[in-house]
T-cell receptor, first 113, second 112 residues
Framework: EAGVAQSPRYKIIEKRQSVAFWCNPI?????LYWYQQILGQGPKLLIQFQNNGVVDDSQLPKDRFSAERLKGVDSTLKIQPAKLEDSAVYLCASRGLVSNEQFFGPGTRLTVL | DAKTTQPPSMDCAEGRAANLPCNHS???????VYWYRQIHSQGPQYIIHGLKNNETNEMASLIITEDRKSSTLILPHATLRDTAVYYCIVRVRGGGADGLTFGKGTHLIIQP
């Protein structure tokens, strides 16, 4: 079974630029999550989707971050404009309907200069 | 979700059992204990979860005290590949919003 795919793996941008990350969850997984992991800390949930609907986006900085999952499969996370403090690894995870286990992708490491 | 407390780091000799403690004294009756680990430069990986009974799978064993205020994750024969940050997470199982709340975890270093 293929795992959660994310791209790109690394991205370097200057502050005030825009950036987008892509996630392809495990086939058939209805629930998709985006987490932000700052160096030295545990991952922090940004947003959770169930199919193409948002379940929880309470910790998403909505002034600059947006995410969508239009067809209930792939998802994109966008930052516009980026700030220095957005430098982090952005992790995507998915979960099947009857499973307790979240499967994580390898993450995208973002560096904002 | 209940808060958890873990030691920031631990060492263990290769081949020995690694015992990782977690304190969750404010756990509620319907909250489960989950363990994930994160190997360097990878995403977190699920290990095991439990409610009140001890659990075992191919990766590890989970021992939960009778009062459920603490638990121990046991890796029975640690290898160098078990070097990782281990996260203990307490949360209600199921429901709608079920994103994981990670703390800083325990950095387990397996020594050759």
């Amino acid at each position: 079974e293929a795992g959660v795919a994310q791209s790109p793996r690394y991205k370097i941008i200057e502050k005030r630029q825009s950036v987008a990350f892509w996630c392809n969850p495990i086939s058939g997984h209805a629930t998709l999550y985006w987490y932000q992991q700052i160096l030295g800390q545990g991952p922090k949930l940004l947003i959770q989707f169930q199919n193409n609907g948002v379940v929880d986006d309470s910790q998403l900085p909505k002034d600059r971050f947006s995410a969508e999952r239009l067809k209930g499969v792939d998802s994109t996370l966008k930052i516009q404009p980026a700030k220095l403090e957005d430098s982090a690894v952005y992790l995507c995870a998915s979960r099947g309907l009857v499973s307790n286990e979240q499967f994580f992708g390898p993450g995208t490491r973002l560096t904002v200069l | 979700d209940a808060k958890t407390t873990q030691p920031p780091s631990m060492d263990c000799a290769e081949g020995r059992a690694a015992n990782l403690p977690c304190n969750h004294s404010t756990i509620s009756g319907n909250e489960y204990v989950y363990w994930y680990r994160q190997i360097h430069s990878q995403g977190p990986q699920y290990i095991i979860h439990g409610l009140k009974n001890n659990e075992t799978n191919e990766m590890a064993s989970l021992i939960i005290t009778e009062d459920r205020k603490s638990s121990t994750l046991i890796l029975p024969h640690a290898t160098l590949r078990d070097t990782a940050v281990y996260y203990c997470i307490v949360r209600v199982r199921g429901g709608g919003a079920d994103g994981l709340t990670f703390g800083k975890g325990t950095h387990l270093i397996i020594q050759p």
